[in-house]
Structure formats: structure tokens, C-alpha cells
């Protein structure tokens, strides 16, 4: 599996930006795509996840209203529409596959666990200025 992360940049505080994740050999009916981010400093943190087989889909409560994940199974993309941002979203952007089961985990209450993500992308720059 590969793949490849665009549409990062510098925004201000309240603006949008869609981030893109490119997958080859990735099987859409069978795995989850998620995205992480880090901040300088800071662990990575598991931020949203699709599984496009039912559209199961998770974003942790700092996202919640802010942030929506979608798929384009044909292009073998998924977005991250990022609305509304602010200062502490800035980091770098991950995309990264895994199994049937994180995404299912994390709306149980377990959250996301890079653990359950095997192959990543090399990420894209979010920077939020204030």
C-alpha cells in the first residue's frame, strides 16, 4: 500500500482546507483509512478514520464539528475537509490504512491507536496562523 498526502498549507485562523490521501493497493472494501496529525513537540494523535465499506466513520471530539472525512472509492482517495481552523490544528497531516476494526474501535469509546494502522504517507504541513 501507498500513500500519498496533498493539500496542506498556511491558512488562517478560521479557514478551510480539504487534505487528500492517494491510496494505491489499498482495498476499499476491506481496510480503513486514518488520519493523524503531530504537532511539533507533541505525540501523534489519531484525528478521523473511514471504513468506505458502510461509511463507519470517527473524529475525535477536538475535530467534532470541524473536521469531515469522505471517500472517493472510485479515485481511491479520501479527504479531510478541515473547516473552521484554528491555531492548535497546526502539524504535520497523516494518512495511514489499516484493518476492518479501528475505526469501529474508536467510536466505542477506545479512540484511534496507530498501532492498528500499518502503512503511512509521508504527510502534509497544516500551519494555522492566529
Known amino acids: 500500500v501507498q500513500l500519498v498526502e496533498s493539500g496542506g498549507g498556511l491558512v488562517q485562523a478560521g479557514g478551510s482546507l480539504r487534505l487528500s490521501c492517494a491510496a494505491s493497493?489499498?482495498?476499499?472494501?476491506?481496510?480503513?483509512i486514518g488520519w493523524f496529525r503531530q504537532a511539533p513537540g507533541k505525540e501523534r494523535e489519531g484525528v478521523s478514520c473511514i471504513r468506505p465499506s458502510d461509511v463507519t466513520t470517527y473524529s475525535a471530539k477536538s475535530v467534532q464539528g470541524r473536521f469531515t472525512i469522505s471517500s472517493d472509492n472510485a479515485k481511491n482517495t479520501v479527504y479531510l475537509q478541515m473547516d473552521n481552523l484554528k491555531p492548535e490544528d497546526t502539524g504535520v497531516y497523516y494518512c495511514?490504512?489499516?484493518?476492518?476494526?479501528?475505526?469501529?474501535?474508536?467510536?466505542?469509546?477506545?479512540?484511534?491507536?496507530?498501532?492498528?494502522?500499518?502503512?503511512w504517507g509521508q504527510g502534509t504541513q497544516v500551519s494555522v496562523s492566529s
Open positions: 495511514a490504512d489499516g484493518n476492518e476494526y479501528p475505526c469501529l474501535r474508536a467510536v466505542l469509546g477506545h479512540g484511534l491507536l496507530r498501532s492498528d494502522f500499518g502503512s
Open positions: 493497493g489499498f482495498t476499499f472494501d476491506e481496510g480503513v
